[in-house]
């Protein structure tokens, strides 16, 4: 059975960072992309960023700059740092997973990322 857990939400400020982690469980994990969506309240579910198991990146237009999306092989971990916050990266955050980077297709439950004064 798949499993992801998603952690390092939080509060911050405008201008701050995070860091978030997925672990993940039940999948050959260097055969397999990895991506992180998030939900915002009132908007559609995004794809911020991707990486496949190549190593090669893709990352949403509104995130392009701000946030980096890396996987760790050995820790079978993929991670997302987040810098430059704004209220509007307030979200719950999910760690995917599947066979392309355009074919995610199983996810976790999610971590809450606020960015309020």
Request: glycine share 12%; net charge positive; with cysteine.
């Amino acid at each position: 059975q798949v499993q992801l857990v998603e952690s390092g939400g939080g509060l911050v400020q405008p201008g701050g960072s995070l860091r978030l982690s997925c672990a993940t469980r039940g999948i050959i994990f260097s055969n397999n992309a990895l991506g992180w969506y998030r939900a915002a309240t009132g908007k559609q579910r995004e794809l911020v960023a991707a990486v496949t198991s190549g190593g090669t990146r893709y990352y949403a237009d509104s995130v392009k700059g701000r946030f980096t999306i890396s996987r760790d092989n050995a820790k079978k971990t993929v991670a997302l740092q987040m810098n430059s916050l704004q209220p509007e990266d307030t979200a719950v955050y999910f760690c995917a997973v599947g066979t392309t980077t355009r074919n995610l297709s199983s996810w976790g439950q999610g971590t809450q990322v606020t960015v309020s004064s």
